[in-house]
């Protein structure tokens, strides 16, 4: 049940990166020259509209490229324990970078 999990999940955050990948683009790209501002990056930031997007963005690419990792992990790690330590790493890298971004976007 927990694989089945992962593997739906791995599919709806590659399907949310594939549109989120398309409108971050387009916003940092073809938005006008200031787009990459301070100014104009700190009132984007203050909207809940771009905040909500940035924090399932920043979730759907942390979740989909560590589990995607942990898959490759389960294939080629044989050592029960090497296993455990990158199983550790993983999800302590994950969880630091999520806390990171969030505190940013909020
Ligand atoms: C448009 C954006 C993306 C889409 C639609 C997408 C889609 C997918 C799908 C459907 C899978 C499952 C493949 C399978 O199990 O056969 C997958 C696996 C994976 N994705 Fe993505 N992905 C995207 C972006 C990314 C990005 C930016 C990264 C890196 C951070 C990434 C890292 C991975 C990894 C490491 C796997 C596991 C590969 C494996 O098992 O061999 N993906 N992706
Ligand atoms: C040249 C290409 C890129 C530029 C110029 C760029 C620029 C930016 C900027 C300025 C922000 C701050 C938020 C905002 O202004 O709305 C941001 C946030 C973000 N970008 Fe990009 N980006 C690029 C490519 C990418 C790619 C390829 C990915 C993922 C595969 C990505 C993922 C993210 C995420 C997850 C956030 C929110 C993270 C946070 O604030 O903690 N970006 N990007």
Same mark, same amino acid.
């Given at each position: 049940?927990?694989?089945? %999990? ?10 949310? %990166? ?7 683009? @387009? ?8 787009? %990459? $501002? @301070? $100014? $104009? ?17 920043l979730g ?8 995607? %990792?942990?898959?490759?992990?389960? $294939? @080629? ?7 455990k330590i ?21």
């Amino acid at each position: 049940m927990k694989g089945v %999990l992962q593997w739906a999940l791995q599919r709806i955050t590659g399907l949310i %990166l594939f549109f989120g990948l398309i409108v971050h683009f @387009y916003v940092m790209h073809y938005s006008g020259s200031s787009a %990459l $501002e @301070y $100014e $104009e990056i700190a009132r984007r930031l203050s909207s809940p509209f771009w905040k909500g997007f940035d924090i399932l963005f920043l979730g759907s690419i942390l979740y989909h490229g560590f589990n995607g %990792l942990w898959g490759i992990a389960i $294939e @080629y790690i044989h050592s029960r324990k090497l296993l455990k330590i990158a199983h550790t790493l993983i999800v302590l890298l994950a969880a630091g970078l999520l806390a990171t971004g969030v505190m940013v976007i909020v």
